[in-house]
Nanobody, 118 residues
Framework: QVQLVESGGGLVQPGGSLTLSCAAS????????MSWYRQAPGKERELVAS???????KYADAVKGRFTISRDNAKNRVSLQMNSLKPGDTAVYYC????????????WGQGTQVTVST
């Protein structure tokens, strides 16, 4: 019933740009924080960026200045604008939403592949 669907991934050359989008549906509670994680083969999953319900943002040092996270509360969507992409950005990107009222739950998307290569 709860579904988070990522889109916008693909193959891009170094220095290029991509915009990822995540649409949440079936969440009946209030969505609190929304965030993007990524995981490359053989590496741990890491937090890339997060945004609170009030709009406060945080970024990993590796992407700060290049990536921008934003959200559309009316559409329950979170986006990640990625500029000046590097091969090190290659990974599967996952969106996460934390929602609820008295109880909070974390919901994860299936992930979308981003490959930065020539």
């Amino acid at each position: 019933q709860v579904q988070l669907v990522e889109s916008g991934g693909g193959l891009v050359q170094p220095g290029g740009s991509l915009t990822l989008s995540c649409a949440a549906s079936g969440i009946i509670g209030s969505i609190k924080d929304m965030s993007w994680y990524r995981q490359a083969p053989g590496k741990e999953r890491e937090l890339v960026a997060s945004i609170s319900s009030s709009g406060t943002t945080k970024y990993a040092d590796a992407v700060k200045g290049r990536f921008t996270i934003s959200r559309d509360n009316a559409k329950n969507r979170v986006s990640l604008q990625m500029n000046s992409l590097k091969p090190g950005d290659t990974a599967v990107y996952y969106c996460k939403s934390v929602a609820g009222s008295s109880w909070l739950w974390a919901y994860w998307g299936q992930g979308t592949q981003v490959t930065v290569s020539t």
